[in-house]
């Protein structure tokens, strides 16, 4: 799998590669499915996963960004990441992932736009988890300088009109939304009912990340079922993007535990499913 060639930089061969592609972009598939986040999540994983079924065509980038952060480079852009599918041609699938999609405003619209019929799967990790997690990968990369306990009370100063911004402004890219987004991205309801209000509820499924992480082969057997894969066993489940760091404060946790309460019982009233967190 190459890197992120289309981005310019000193790879000339891989620039030279993309802009191949990009020259057949009209020849080239739109993704079968997409893996629509959530951060931290496991989607990478997952991911992975799949790009070990036969079944399923490997890709040149695996995070293209294209609804997020790319959108305004076009279609054929897009399509220049995906295998030459000939007419009629349903086979090996072909996905993307990005975990921002699930969070970002305007994705679920430019989705139904573009790839309407793409098969769509969202994975949920205990939002406390989540956050925490989200926090040290930004710590991680020098993104964020602030205790997870000051970046929690300052989110929503961070955050504040990012997201009326990005709605005014399609070209738009906000940081703030994208990398400090601890708590907000918890809120997992309020995304969800975005994607549902274009897309029928069959269309996405909705896994809970800690079964995964459990129970690896039950739920990638589940999203083979979803996509119309046939079954598979796995020899291995290698975690992606692992991150270690110190335990968190209880009291922090058990602030955020109260915190999140209401929103993750919208979530069970909108799924009809209680995960166990």
Known sequence: MEGSEDQGGSDLKARGRFMSRLATAHLRALP????????????TSLFQYLQQHPGVSEVYVEEVHYFDLN????????????????????????????????????VPGRVRRDVPDARLVA?????????????????????????????????????????????ADAGHNSW???????????????????????????????????RMFRDPQAVFDRVLAFLGLPDMELEGFRVFNPGGYEDMAEGT????????????EALWELLGERFDW
């Open 32 to 43: 079968d499915y997409i893996l629509v986040g959530g951060m931290k999540c496991g989607t």
């Open 71 to 106: 959108y305004g480079r076009g279609l054929n852009w897009y399509r220049a990441h995906f295998p030459v599918r000939t007419k009629g041609d349903r086979g090996p699938l072909c996905g993307d992932d990005s975990p921002y999609y699930l969070f970002h405003p305007l």
């Open 123 to 167: 994975l949920l990790r205990d939002p406390v988890d989540r956050a925490y997690s989200h926090y040290h990968h930004e710590r991680r990369r020098g993104r964020e300088t602030l205790s997870f306990e000051e970046a929690v009370a300052r989110e929503g100063e961070r955050l504040e009109g990012e997201e009326a911004r990005m709605r």
């Open 176 to 210: 703030e939304h994208q990398r400090h987004s601890y708590i907000a991205r918890g809120r997992y309801a309020e995304q969800l009912e975005r994607w549902f209000d274009l897309f029928p509820r069959e269309q996405l499924l909705v896994l809970q990340s800690e």
């Open 253 to 264: 946790r058990r602030r955020l535990r109260e915190m999140f309460e209401p929103h993750n």
